[in-house]
């Protein structure tokens, strides 16, 4: 896709990125399609590589002490 917006965070020293191209078994929904990822969420990755094989969100983060 020409024209398709990139998304990329890191979690540790991983960095990830996505395209919203839709053509790929791995995540890639941006936040401008109704991605769920959001400054300060947390979340778990299982990834392949450099892509995103499941994404899940941690909903009740408790704080460290």
């Known amino acids: ?3 398709a917006k990139k ?3 890191d979690i540790g020293a991983k960095h ?3 395209p919203d191209t839709g053509n790929t ?3 890639s929904t ?3 399609y109704g991605g769920p990822m959001r400054n300060g969420l947390h979340v ?3 990834h392949c590589g450099g892509d995103i094989a499941r ?3 941690i ?3 408790k704080p460290k002490n």
Do not use: G, Q
């Open 59 to 61: 909903e009740d983060v």
């Open 30 to 32: 941006t936040e401008v």
């Open 7 to 9: 998304e990329s965070f």
């Open 44 to 46: 778990r990755i299982h």
């Open 16 to 18: 990830f990125a996505y």
């Open 55 to 57: 994404l899940d969100i």
């Open 25 to 27: 078994a791995a995540f």
């Open 1 to 3: 896709m020409k024209n």
